[in-house]
């Protein structure tokens, strides 16, 4: 059985840092690819990054784009999302997806908070 764990939410002071883990368990990352979406509150859920599973090819919603990355550790099955300089428009449940095509494992979530 598939197990995606994220960690790493809390509280941010804007324009701080947060580096978000994701840990699967049940099966390997290799023919994966991985992605963070996120989900505020009223609001539906989008899509933040993405990474391939063949050449680590990367996709960043225009939200973040230039102030984050995401990286994979095929062998440790972690993924990772790191964001600067957060923004008022960050906070929100970040959750950690796989899939082939569809997505067809999700986390749970972990909550992002942005304040002062």
């Known amino acids: 059985q598939v197990q995606l764990v994220e960690s790493g939410g809390g509280l941010v002071q804007p324009g701080g840092s947060l580096r978000l883990s994701c840990a699967a368990s049940?099966?390997?990352?290799?023919?994966?690819?991985m992605g963070w979406f996120r989900q505020a509150p009223g609001k539906e859920r989008e899509g933040v990054s993405c990474?391939?599973?063949?050449?680590?090819?990367?996709v960043y919603a225009p939200a973040v784009r230039g102030r984050s990355t995401i990286s994979r550790d095929n062998d440790k099955k972690m993924t990772f999302l790191r964001i600067n300089d957060m923004t008022p428009e960050d906070p929100a449940v970040y959750y950690c997806?796989?899939?082939?095509?569809?997505?067809?494992?999700w986390g749970q979530g972990t909550q992002v908070t942005v304040s002062a």
């Open positions: 997806a796989q899939g082939k095509g569809p997505w067809d494992y």
């Open positions: 049940g099966v390997g990352l290799n023919y994966y690819t």
């Open positions: 990474i391939s599973s063949t050449d680590g090819r990367t």
